[in-house]
């Protein structure tokens, strides 16, 4: 059998490393364990949350109201108004003074 011309191969292969070094830059996220619990604070606490005044700040608008019901998704004001729970960036009670 006659053999057949060797096949050229390169030596000098090193393997390189093309990976990219990313950096993912965002805006900082509202941390919604902390919004759940202030939430749930407000329905298991002593006392009504519609008693309650309460500051929200949302992606769109700020209020200033009374929370008087819940579901998985919104809360309900005095006012009829459905806040979405997931476009909440922070929660706060107002403290109200008593004479």
Sequence with gaps: MKSLP???KNEDIHP???NRNMVHVREKQPDNKKIEEVI????????S???????IKTKE??????IIA?????LYTLENEAIEISSI??????ITKKD
């Design 70 to 74: 819940k579901d998985k998704k919104n």
């Design 16 to 18: 390189k490393n093309h």
């Design 40 to 47: 749930d604070n407000l329905f298991y606490k002593i006392g």
């Design 6 to 8: 060797k096949i050229y």
């Design 61 to 66: 608008k700020e209020y200033r109201t009374f």
């Design 89 to 94: 960036i922070d929660i706060e009670e107002l």
């Design 49 to 55: 949350p519609y008693h309650k005044k309460i500051w």
